[in-house]
């Protein structure tokens, strides 16, 4: 399971550090320049944003900067002085005691002042009115934040995000802890940025769960950190650059053997259309052939898609091809029979759904797995994750990277962590957070579909970790496409994924694809 060479991606953007990480990149980097260097930088790249999101402003645009205690307030500050030298006439709503300040926050906050820089207290209504804003700029809280937010401040964000203009997050927006994602504290409040620049690396948080809506658009400012700094980045935002090296055109002399055979399992009773959804998916996303294993009445066919051959799920040898199995399984004794028959089989395998909670129930079937020595690849949501872990969903939902890498390591498997930026993680510990998708994929049976397209993609050989990271990237790009094609987010159905990706299949093959 090749893994993105270390070195380029120490100043790369997609590369993605924990909080620990940063601090310890940040100390080592100021140990060899002055005091505040980097803030100076910080606040000139946030200057720099905030110019070309002011830039269709036509006559004196209106921007408030809430500045907190530490030196994220800092660098709202500096940022202050910097957009009041290229002209504008910036207001900073100070929101600290500045005799609790660290020393460089300090000396921004006496810099505003000796330039005439308009400061005033914090207070919820100046947010809200007179003013119209063309820019808030929230430099409430960085990356330290380990309370929620309350009290005046809380309110202070309320005010914030009930704004219609750009709001611009400095480093992270202030309420979200940029490691998981979540907004700290069971009742807590985060800024809702659409903007967030954040600095020397990007963090995970910013990406997944609660992230996405709360972050915006990122960017990275690396703030002239020396790369030697850096330590090797074990988590990385997705992108096609990721899986585009297992993408293969398609040779003239090929035929359906030559891509190979997906069996889709599931279809208990009352549960048809789950495999039906899955298989549909594999065989647009390029199986050779695609079989259905139904647990219960047997379909005569599919009158969508004919083309897929509907067998008795007893019936399969499980001895050929690839075999996903889960959707629509149900947990009966004949569901668990014939997960066990799959586990011992030697063939790549995709476990989804129904399949995943057998094995969060019976001990030996996880063990099974993990004992197997051929490709496996697990697409659990958040409550199937909480069972495989015997947590609940909020502690998964709290911390999906590690549980994510979890998950892997224990069953000896690839693992796409579904939910807002789906976590893929393998059992070394290294993992992607995609950066695909909208919540046009929170329907019914979307998860089916993707599984498919996973078997689909393993049936032409591609290696599992690409597999894995290629069928989530093109299943949440499905949907980003629907939504531009002015389709969702709301109705959309799962099977209108299914051409949608297969639309983007062919289009990355075409760009990305060598010959094999």
């Avoid at 298989?279 to 052939?289: N, V």
């Avoid at 995609?434 to 929170?442: D, E, I, R, S």
């Avoid at 959309?492 to 297969?502: F, M």
Wanted: charged share 20%; proline share 7%; hydrophobic share 45%.
């Amino acid at each position: 399971m090749p893994s993105p060479p270390a070195n380029t991606f120490r100043h790369d953007p997609t590369a993605l550090y924990s909080v620990a990480e940063i601090r310890a990149i940040e100390g080592k980097a100021m140990a060899d320049i002055p005091p505040g260097t980097l803030m100076q930088r910080a606040a000139r790249a946030a200057a720099s944003v905030a110019l070309a999101l002011l830039s269709r402003v036509a006559d004196s645009p209106k921007v408030l900067l809430v500045a907190g205690p530490g030196n994220n307030g800092g660098d709202a500050l500096v940022m202050a002085v910097l957009l009041a030298d290229a002209g504008l006439h910036p207001t900073v709503m100070v929101s600290a005691d500045p005799d609790r300040q660290p020393e460089d926050a300090q000396r921004a906050l006496e810099r505003a002042q000796a330039v005439g820089v308009r400061l005033i207290a914090p207070n919820p209504d100046a947010v809200r009115h007179p003013v119209v804003w063309d820019l808030v700029v929230d430099g409430l809280f960085g990356i330290g934040l380990g309370r929620p937010i309350s009290g005046d401040l809380r309110s202070l964000v309320e005010a914030i995000n009930s704004l219609d203009c750009p709001v611009l997050a400095l480093d992270v927006p202030s309420g979200l802890d940029a490691d998981t994602g979540r907004v700290i504290g069971e009742d807590g409040i985060a800024v809702r940025a659409t903007h967030t620049l954040t600095f020397i690396g990007n963090k995970p948080g910013l990406h997944t769960f609660d992230g996405r809506d709360h972050a915006g658009e990122v960017q990275v400012a690396a703030l002239d950190v020396a790369p030697e700094l850096f330590v090797p980045a074990r988590a990385w935002l997705g992108s096609v650059l990721h899986f585009a090296s297992s993408l293969r055109k398609r040779l003239h002399s090929s035929h359906k053997g030559s891509y190979g055979d997906v069996t889709v399992i599931g279809g208990a009773h009352g549960m048809v259309g789950a495999p039906v959804l899955s298989a549909r998916a594999a065989a647009k996303s390029g199986a050779g052939r695609v079989f259905i294993g139904f647990l219960d009445e047997v379909l005569p066919y599919d009158p969508s898609q004919p083309e897929l051959m509907c067998r008795r799920a007893g019936d399969l040898e499980l001895d050929a091809g690839t075999i996903v199995i889960g959707p629509g399984l149900g947990t009966s004794d004949q569901a668990l029979a014939v997960l066990r028959k799959a586990l011992q089989s030697d063939r790549p395998l995709v476990l989804d759904a129904d399949a995943l909670n057998l094995l969060a129930v019976h001990a030996d079937l996880k063990d099974a797995l993990a004992a197997r020595s051929v490709p496996s690849l697990m697409t659990p949501h958040p409550l199937e994750a909480a069972r495989l872990l015997r947590l609940n969903t909020g502690e998964v939902q709290s911390s999906r990277l590690e549980a994510a890498r979890r998950i892997a390591l224990e069953c000896n498997s690839v693992v796409i962590l579904k939910g807002s930026g789906s976590v893929i993680a393998r059992p070394d510990g290294k993992l992607i957070i995609n950066a695909t998708g909208n919540p046009a994929l929170a329907t019914a049976g979307s998860g089916d579909v993707l599984a498919g397209m996973c078997g689909a993609l393993l049936a032409q050989s591609l290696p599992v970790w690409d597999a894995a990271l290629a069928a989530a990237w093109m299943h949440g790009r499905a949907a980003d496409r629907l939504i531009e094609d002015g389709v969702g987010p709301i109705g959309v159905t799962a099977s209108e994924l299914i051409p949608a990706a297969r639309a983007i299949y062919n289009e990355l093959t075409e760009q990305h694809a060598s010959r094999a």
